[in-house]
C-alpha cells in the first residue's frame, strides 16, 4: 500500500514558454533536493509515483506517493539521482510539465506548472485539460 508524500498544487502556465525536454515531466532543483529528501528516510521506496484521480471542482487532481516498484505501464524520469514514476493515466495531462517544490511562511508543497491546462479552481488543487 503506498502512502501520500505530501500535497500539490497546480498552475496553468501560458506567459511562460517552458522549455521542451525528451522527458515527459522535468524537475526543478528545489523538486529534487525535497524528494531526495523526503525519500532519505524511506530506504525501501526508489522513488515517487504521481498520478491523476478524478476529484475536486475542477475535474482532475494530481496524487504523490511513494513507491517500491516501477509498475507495468509508468512512465519513468530519472533526473540528477531522482527516480519519478508517472502512471499511465496521468502521462498525457503531464507532457511539458515542470514539477517544483516551494516553500512559504504558511505552506511548504509540490508545484505542477502545466502549460495544457485550460482551467484551474480557485484553490489550484484541482484542473482541467
Known amino acids: 500500500m503506498a502512502s ?16 521542451a525536454t525528451r522527458a515527459a515531466l522535468t524537475l526543478t532543483p528545489s523538486a529534487v533536493h525535497k524528494i ?6 524511506k530506504p525501501d521506496h526508489v522513488g515517487v509515483k504521481v498520478g491523476v484521480r478524478t476529484r475536486g471542482c475542477n ?33 498525457l495531462t503531464l507532457l511539458g510539465t515542470e514539477m517544483d517544490y516551494v516553500e512559504d511562511k504558511l505552506s511548504s508543497e509540490f ?3 502545466n502549460p495544457n491546462i485550460k482551467g484551474t479552481c480557485g484553490c489550484g488543487e484541482s484542473f482541467n485539460i
Open 4 to 19: 501520500s508524500v505530501v500535497r500539490a498544487t497546480v498552475r496553468a502556465v501560458s506567459k511562460r514558454k517552458i522549455q
Open 36 to 41: 531526495k529528501q523526503l525519500l532519505k528516510d
Open 59 to 91: 475535474g482532475l487532481s494530481y496524487t504523490l506517493e511513494y513507491t517500491k516498484t516501477k509498475g507495468d505501464s509508468d512512465e519513468e524520469v530519472v533526473q540528477d539521482g531522482v527516480r519519478v514514476f508517472i502512471e499511465k493515466k496521468a502521462q
Open 111 to 113: 508545484v505542477f506548472n
